[in-house]
């Protein structure tokens, strides 16, 4: 290939459409736990993440709920991915070999998504939600009450049954239910394991009879999501979320969408040292946590 602006135009355009169709082919899982949230600056803050009141009889006066009493701000981040194709197999025309690498550059830009999001779920055991104390924690206060969503139970059906009826049965600082894990079919909670678990959990909510015989009664009481991020340290975690209501467990937080970048010029200082054309992509965005009551996990340790 004869190297000039027009041919490296038609390059860069043909490299850009193959990393962006493999983006947009990609199959994400993060919408299933995470609700999305545009930002417009360097962070947002969630002042609304709090109790969420219950209705009560109109008798007099409304009674004006402060949503505003926590503040809880999730700041972006700056996040590329950056590959290189050297002049010689432009001038070879040995373009041939890069046609995967773009296609998987445009993969890894749309699952990062997806890692950042379960990254937060494995790490509520440690990061802080907007009541001050760990996402996953057993002092949550709920009126003058501790509340826990956390525990460090293995995943056994005995274990399951004791942290779904646990959340069902979760109540707002008026003392009402919250309604929460109650529901079925597509709007069933999401149990969430690593492949470590995958079987297990498939035995507990997945198979219809148990494996000694007789009807299980937790098939379908909530759907199973395996996810690779649950591996390694963190193989035993198990989670439980609420992800039927208008909010969900997470939040991911989206300033700017993946931009497809190249320096590519004869005058570009990696083409004039290093023979080197560079492609890339950027963007910010940030994942953090909603509301604790949503969402029950367990160490398994």
């Known amino acids: 290939m004869i190297i000039n602006a027009e041919n490296l135009a038609s390059l860069r355009r043909n490299f850009r459409a193959l990393a962006y169709e ?18 417009n600056t360097g ?3 969630y002042g609304w993440l709090a109790d969420v009141p219950g209705m009560k009889e109109w008798v007099d006066e409304r009674e004006i709920k402060n949503l505003s009493e926590s503040s809880y701000n999730i700041r972006n981040r700056d996040f590329e991915l950056t590959v290189a194709v050297h002049e010689n197999d432009i001038a070879d025309d040995n373009l041939g070999v890069y046609t995967p690498m773009f296609q998987m550059l445009g993969e890894e830009v749309a699952y990062h998504r997806d890692q950042l999001v379960f990254d937060v779920l494995r790490d509520g055991f440690t990061q802080l939600g907007y009541d001050g104390v760990t996402f996953f924690a057993t002092n949550h206060k709920v009126g003058k009450a501790n509340v826990s969503n956390r525990s460090a139970l293995p995943l056994t059906a005995a274990n399951f049954e004791t942290a779904l ?20 079919g597509e709007r069933a909670p999401l149990l969430v394991v690593g492949p470590t678990l995958r079987s297990t959990a498939e035995s507990i909510v997945a198979m219809r009879t148990l494996a000694a015989g007789g009807d299980n009664p937790n098939y379908q009481k909530a759907r199973l999501l395996v996810v690779p991020e649950l591996s390694g340290a963190s193989a035993n975690h198990w989670f439980l979320l609420e992800t039927s209501r208008a ?11 993946p931009r497809f970048t190249a320096l590519d010029r004869p005058t570009d200082e ?32």
Not at 165 to 184: C, D, E, K, S
Not at 282 to 298: E, H, M, V
């Open 270 to 301: 990696n083409v004039f040292t290093r023979k080197e054309y560079v492609y890339g992509f950027d963007d910010r965005k940030n994942a953090g946590y909603a509301f604790w009551q949503l969402a029950y996990g367990s160490t398994g340790a």
């Open 247 to 257: 909010v969900k467990p997470l939040i991911l937080q989206v300033r700017t969408e």
């Open 43 to 45: 962070s947002n803050t």
């Open 22 to 39: 493999s983006l947009a082919r990609v199959d994400l899982q993060w919408r299933n736990i995470a609700m999305l949230a545009p930002s």
């Open 165 to 184: 009826a646990q959340m069902q049965q979760m109540r707002n600082a008026a003392g009402r239910p919250m309604r929460l894990f109650l529901g079925t």
